[in-house]
């Protein structure tokens, strides 16, 4: 990407990306720190991948970093390959490995597979991963850690035990959260709402030597940028399979944000674009002691609500992280846990409560739609994300599957007499139930040609018993280049049956690799001459040469209409 390309960053740019590489200190560390890795490298995740990422996102506003689910996962992976996670070439190789297959998805324009995730599916999914940030941080807002592995489960149980909750934390998140909406209360204070919070708590619970955990008692902040860490290539085999599903998970993800958070500028997001950056991101963050990253629901969200406008926003944060780490450390690591655990609320609750329209749209669409968003939610916050990831995968293709099989239908084209000043014209009409003897019916065909529909449309073709010198014209200019085989076996049985009873099968707007496929199968020669007419550049092309050749042919004596050659 040129860098007059870039544009310029705005002043809310800057101020968001401060907050946002603020931000980034307590919650990078805690995500490594929950996942069993250096919290540090947590804290470096936040840097080159989110500088790399935001300059050449194709979703502009999207923040590349460290989430939980992609900490949660790496690390899984990691021990399943009996690998050291606190290992710093480990950890290289996992999150170059990881940048190596999104690049190699956007480069094979894999980003097309989302296009068959259903709107109900990524809605589920979204809110369930909404569902994680929030309960990822209820300890730190609380100071009580539900139990289970289940996120309903624990979000009922934080709530039942609220009387473990310890009231210093709990005081010092709701006045987070208190400070925040007064702040976004005020118009022109509005976009650092966030930043005002977060300095405000801080400087109070400072001031009054709150008993609240604070950055710090996570781990100490080195005084130093990331360095260069080289991968341990002899780990490579024992990772494969786990940086595809790191990366998975991380696209997954990253996928849910551009409909959320679309560009400002007007211009399109690309997935492949989306996916390539995120590659570019690990592979040069790998390098420089980064865990695996991808795009951040929740970073980015922060970014949003702190004012972002353009992709510098996010490279400011990285920026900015940095030079933080580097020279204020230590007043970072004064930042309390309760008031990253409010704010960390704020933007799960707006995440959520920005997908309410989403939802009842699916809600009022279909109970299938449904069924399938309710089902991925509950997959999301109670199965690790990679088995969701499948999950909704297979739900969206049954959705398909189902729609593209209700919606194929035939429709019956009537020709109204010829007028004075030219031919009739084509108008629509319900399919007969049978074929009249010697008469010629015109059907057109609407479908995908996907084979669960077929039963369907068989069963709605008319019925040829008795129709002597009676011909069918079936339109399938939809019909793919290459239908399945079940398509070819169904127009074979069907001329067949029509044959046998004196009438014929006229095949019209033939696309030319249909046209092959016939000819190889020997259906051309059931059909006979004539029996197959091209498709043209016109919607009905060639429909009134088949017209005209049908009429001639029910007009033959009886014994000549039964011959098909």
């Known amino acids: ?117 259903s709107n109900a599916v990524m809605t589920g999914f979204s809110t369930g991963i909404a569902l994680q940030i929030i309960t990822g941080v209820l300890k730190d807002a609380t100071g009580y850690k539900p139990e289970g592995h289940n996120k309903l489960y624990q979000l009922g149980n934080w709530l039942w035990h609220i009387g473990d909750w310890r009231l210093a934390a709990t005081l010092t998140a709701l006045a987070t959260i208190g400070v925040w909406a007064a702040a976004r209360a005020v118009r022109r204070l509005e976009p650092v709402a966030l930043l005002i919070a977060m300095v405000t708590v801080s400087v109070a619970v400072a001031l009054l030597a709150a008993d609240v955990e604070l950055v710090r008692d996570i781990a100490s902040i080195p005084a130093a940028l990331p360095s260069f860490t080289a991968p341990d290539l002899a780990a490579a085999p024992d990772l494969v399979w786990g940086a595809v599903s790191v990366a998975l998970v991380a696209l997954a993800q990253a996928a849910g944000i551009a409909p959320s958070m679309p560009n400002p500028d007007g211009t399109r997001s690309d997935i492949n674009g989306d996916f390539r950056s995120q590659g570019y991101a690990n592979l040069t963050g790998g390098l420089f002691q980064a865990l695996p990253s991808g795009g951040s629901m929740s970073r980015t969200g922060v970014a949003v609500s702190a004012g972002a406008r353009t992709r510098w926003a996010g490279v400011v944060s990285g920026v900015f992280l940095a030079l933080v780490v580097l020279l204020c450390g230590s007043l970072a690591e004064r930042i309390p ?137 079936l339109v399938v200019r939809a019909l793919p280049d290459v239908p399945s085989s079940a398509v070819l076996k169904l127009l074979d049985r069907y001329a067949k049956r029509l044959a046998d009873q004196g009438g014929r099968l006229i095949l019209c707007g033939v696309q030319p690799p249909l046209e092959r496929l016939l000819r190889r199968s020997g259906i051309a020669d059931r ?13 009905l092309g060639g429909l009134e040469e088949a017209w005209t050749a049908a009429r001639e042919w029910t007009s033959r004596p009886p014994h000549q209409g039964s011959d098909m050659r």
């Open 1 to 117: 990407m040129r860098l007059k390309r870039l544009g310029r960053p705005t002043g809310s740019d800057v101020t968001s990306g401060a907050v946002t590489g603020l931000f980034s200190i307590p919650e990078g560390m805690a995500y490594a720190a929950i996942a069993g890795f250096n919290p540090v490298a947590g804290l470096y995740a936040g840097v080159v991948p989110a500088i790399v990422g935001s300059l050449t996102s194709r979703t502009v506003l999207m923040v590349t970093t460290l989430t939980s689910a992609i900490a949660l996962t790496s690390q899984s992976v990691l021990s399943d390959a009996g690998l050291d996670v606190k290992d710093a070439g480990n950890i290289a190789l996992l999150t170059v490995m990881v940048g190596a297959v999104m690049l190699l998805m956007g480069v094979l324009r894999l980003g097309a597979v989302m296009s068959f995730v």
């Open 337 to 473: 846990m309760p008031v990253i655990g409010g704010l960390v609320l704020v933007v799960g609750g707006e995440l959520i409560w920005g997908k309410r329209h989403d939802i009842l749209l699916v809600l009022r669409t279909s109970w299938t739609s449904a069924g399938a968003m309710v089902l991925t939610f509950l997959a999301t916050t109670q199965l690790p994300l990679q088995q969701a990831i499948v999950l909704g995968a297979v739900l969206s293709l049954l959705l398909y599957c189902a729609q593209a099989a209700r919606q194929a239908k035939l429709i019956a084209l009537r020709r109204t007499p010829d007028r004075p000043a030219g031919p009739g014209r084509w108008e629509t009409t319900a399919p007969p139930a049978a074929l009249a003897p010697g008469t010629v019916t015109v059907l057109d065909y609407a479908g995908s040609s996907f084979f669960a529909e077929l039963p369907r449309i068989e069963a709605r073709l008319p019925r040829p018993e008795g129709a002597r010198g009676a011909v069918l014209i």
């Open 527 to 539: 059909l006979g001459a004539g029996g197959i007419v091209p498709a043209t550049p016109e919607l």
